[in-house]
């Protein structure tokens, strides 16, 4: 999985509790992406971050918000997980050239499951 | 809406045989476009990605071909062998960021 390891990998939680997923990667890319994937929908971008402490919103951002403090952690916040949040969460990193981003590569994904 | 539209669903493919999925978008600007192969419970793996400027892209059984007029592109994995059963997806985005996924497709090669 490209040096990228994704915590936990499997969690279970309450409505209306904060969620943090983590992942690390030992690349030093310089993009990293959180994406969820459910069922008929493919993968849909979340957040990206293309540095530290620089972030941005991607398709299906609301009710998350992320934080890149170090080149190689890029965390996933449910501020109050909700029913709809379940899914299961990937993390994607890339690295670039002349300042494109190519060729994502992505983790081993998070089962979380909102009761 | 969705920007990035795969066909078909599902498809079982005789061993040996070839397998097709299509894929067509909406957005001129886009100029990336990977296909990934996800197995159960991994994380999607990239398998061949083309970008406008080519028409073709072959790597060993696995070929892209990209009509850029017609706004489509299509997976073609000749010989298939039941370890190509697994889901492919495809993608499409500008400078390679925030890729926008179609669907998958669930392909089944029988022995």
């Known amino acids: 999985d490209a040096g990228i390891t994704q915590s936990p990998r499997h969690k279970v939680t309450e409505t209306g509790t904060p969620v943090t997923l983590r992942c690390h990667q030992t690349?030093?890319?310089?993009?990293m992406y959180w994406y969820r994937q459910d069922p008929g929908h493919g993968l849909r971008l979340i957040h990206y971050s293309y540095g530290v402490k620089d972030t941005d919103k991607g398709e299906v951002s609301d009710g998350y918000s992320v934080s890149r403090s170090k080149t190689e952690d890029f965390l996933l916040t449910l501020e109050s997980a909700t029913s709809s949040q379940t899914s299961v969460y990937f993390c994607a990193i890339s690295d670039s050239r002349a300042g494109v981003a190519y060729e994502q590569y992505f983790g081993p994904g998070t089962r979380l499951t909102v009761t | 809406q969705q920007q990035v539209k795969q066909s078909p669903q599902s498809l079982i493919v005789q061993k040996g045989g070839i397998s097709i999925i299509n894929c067509a978008y909406e957005?001129?600007?886009?100029?990336?476009f990977p296909w990934y192969q996800q197995f159960p419970g991994k994380g999607p793996a990239l398998l061949i990605a083309i970008r406008p400027d080519v028409s073709e892209k072959k790597e060993g059984r696995f070929t892209i071909s990209f009509n850029k007029s017609a706004k489509q592109f299509s997976l073609h994995i000749m010989d298939s062998q039941p370890g190509d059963s697994a889901t492919y997806f495809c993608a499409a985005s500008k400078d390679g960021n925030k890729l926008v996924f179609g669907a998958g497709t669930i392909l089944r090669v029988k022995s």
């Open positions: 690349e030093n890319h310089r993009y």
């Open positions: 957005n001129t600007a886009f100029d990336y």
